[in-house]
């Protein structure tokens, strides 16, 4: 099979996702209504194949998305980072 990319073997990134990332809250094991707090969970189907690439086999990972630049775009990309995860992101007001 032939093809015409040209693929380095060195590149800068191992592994580089496209796709969203969401926040959920989660109070635990009491209802919302009855919670006194919550947890703060970042996840995503692309950015968990990143993450998990990153964090086991210590592949160089990257997820390319759409942020909001608020507070909460904030506590997702600190999240990002903590899991060894690049974040290309275009910031949205």
């Known amino acids: 099979m032939s093809s015409d990319l040209t693929i380095p073997r060195a590149g800068a990134l191992d592994l580089l996702a496209l796709g969203a990332l969401v926040h ?3 109070p635990g094991v009491v209802p919302f209504r ?3 707090g919550c947890a703060i969970h970042v996840s995503g189907g692309e950015f968990n194949v990143a993450a998990n690439l990153s964090d086991c086999f210590r592949l160089r990972t990257a997820i390319a998305t759409a942020m909001v630049e608020s507070p909460i775009g904030d506590l997702i990309a600190e999240r990002v980072r903590a899991m060894a995860c690049s974040l ?3 910031l949205r007001p």
């Open 24 to 26: 959920r809250l989660d």
């Open 34 to 36: 009855k919670a006194a």
């Open 88 to 90: 290309l992101s275009s």
